[in-house]
């Protein structure tokens, strides 16, 4: 079974509250946290996203499963700690070689997992060296900052070769998909390798919020 991660970024502001609780009811296993600066992506969702989190720290218990895009990773680094994820995710083309292992341990030294994203056209050559120091790995299905797109086919075989090598070299490691996932294509990624779903209006969009976390985890 996988789990779910609900991304918050579309849900209507004026029932954010009430979706919120509704998504936690449901058994979303994460709030995925989409934070962007309008810089490494077009958008830009920061404030709104500090808000909801400042929010589901009050109403709820679900993990935050935070996905930075953005190109000062490190001061947003340091702000996201402070909301205590279950996972912070750092995009790999957002920071320079010799920046990455640092953040890494700096992430981990507050007791949270570090996940790598990777955007649609980077190969997972790029990562192979950080895969022994880190929790996750967060494959792009479509490109990074809009939600509402379609699923790139071309990513499934990357998640296959991912899940290839972690087996190879003995890593356990959690494979997270994002983009344009809903309840017609999750079974072909779940069979490709990945064991965490994002999905935002595949569950917002549904009438029955349980019903659709449910039938993906299966």
Do not use: W
Not at 81 to 87: F, G, R, V
Not at 98 to 109: A, G, N, T, W
Request: net charge negative.
């Amino acid at each position: 079974m996988v789990e779910i991660s609900t991304s918050i970024l579309n849900i209507k502001s004026e029932n954010r509250i009430k979706t919120m609780y509704d998504l936690e009811v449901a058994k979303t296993d994460y709030f995925h946290i989409d934070i962007m600066d309008g810089k490494f992506v077009e958008n830009d969702t920061k404030e709104k996203m500090i808000t909801y989190m400042n929010e589901l720290k009050q109403i709820s218990n679900t993990p935050l499963d935070i996905h930075l895009m953005v190109e000062n990773v490190k001061e947003n680094i340091e702000e996201c700690l402070a909301y205590n994820p279950n996972i912070l995710t750092f995009h790999i083309e957002a920071v320079k070689e010799e920046e990455r292992k640092p953040l890494i341990e700096k992430i981990k030294k507050q007791n949270c997992r570090v996940g790598i994203a990777i955007k649609p056209e980077t190969d997972i050559e790029e990562i192979k060296e950080y895969l022994p120091y880190i929790h996750m790995v967060l494959i792009m299905t479509v490109e990074p900052g809009k939600g509402g797109q379609k699923l790139i086919p071309e990513t499934i075989e990357k998640i296959k070769e991912l899940k290839e090598y972690l087996d190879k070299q003995n890593l356990e490691i959690d494979i997270e998909v994002d983009g344009g996932i809903n309840l017609e294509n999750v079974d072909i990624l779940k069979t490709a390798g990945a064991n965490i779903i994002v999905a935002g209006t595949a569950i917002l969009n549904a009438e029955d919020y349980k019903e659709v976390i449910t039938e993906m985890k299966q």
